[in-house]
């Protein structure tokens, strides 16, 4: 079997990714001899959209991450995408559960006092749980949320069920779901539908004690809507590891909110990063060279 020629773009790619491509099987070679290319940064659209006009024998391109929306309005039919999707729901989960075991609890009040506290928390153990988005996040979360003895619903864009759950609704039905969550947690991707979707309106809908974790994208929250909404108490609090801005700027309101945790953007590290995706290249390449159906397609229609 003819190893599959893939090209590293753009110049400079790391190394940990050649040893990927090595380890499936693939050879290296230049962009205008490889019937495939893994792009190495998350960023880049107007150099890759180039590179492939340039190159029109490509049949297959890698992207890094799981979010691609840096690269919309360049997917095509002509060529397989493959992105890093599901690569990052264990850490990422992880993250979110760690995120909301910490506000629901308080931890972010306690670590910014410097005098002894009134006791404040709730429970996420038989907490009432929505999560927005139905990807690997999703699975992985539930999976952590077992222990807890949660009541979850997931909302999607169909409501086709999802294992774990206790119910899964169409995205039309979110606005039902808000006033009786403890938590809600934005896991989905950033698509036209989906940027701004809890702006004012919704926050208000939202129990004065509920969390809202978002590990999806910034755009996913209005973010002056936010300020107001924990300023005026209408939501008990937000830990966001994604802004938007991002990075948000120094002296922004958020940062001294006393109802809001923030990490910036580290639901998954590097050095997280670097074996998982690392496996699902070398994972595809193999797949590519046999034939087989890649890991992670990206739907050009969808944009996801």
Known sequence: MTAPRIALEPAGT??????AVAGGGGEIVPVAEAEAIVWAVP???????????ANPQI??????????????????HDRVWTS??????????????TLALAGMRGLGTYARATSWQPPRGRNL???????????????SLLRLLGPFGCDVTVVRKRPIPVGGATRTVGIDSLDDTLAVADLVVIAAALTPETTGLFDRRRLALMAPTAWLVNLGRGGHIVTD????ALSDGIIGGAAIDVTDPEP????????????????PHVGNTPEMAKPLLGARV???????????PLVGIVDPDLGY
């Open 14 to 19: 790391r190394s940990w990714l050649a040893d």
């Open 59 to 76: 049949r297959w391109v890698q992207l890094p991450w799981a979010g691609v929306e840096p690269f919309a309005g360049i997917f095509d």
């Open 282 to 292: 070398a994972g595809n390449v193999a797949r590519f060279g046999r034939g087989e």
């Open 84 to 97: 890093g999707k599901g690569v990052y729901a264990e850490p990422v989960a992880e993250h979110v559960l």
């Open 125 to 139: 153990l038989g907490a009432n749980v929505v999560v927005i988005g139905a990807g690997g996040i999703c699975d």
């Open 248 to 263: 948000l700027p120094e002296g922004h309101p958020l940062w001294t909110e006393e109802r809001c945790i923030i990490t």
């Open 225 to 228: 809507d936010l300020v107001a």
């Open 43 to 53: 960023t880049g659209r107007d150099d890759l959209r180039a590179t492939l006009d």
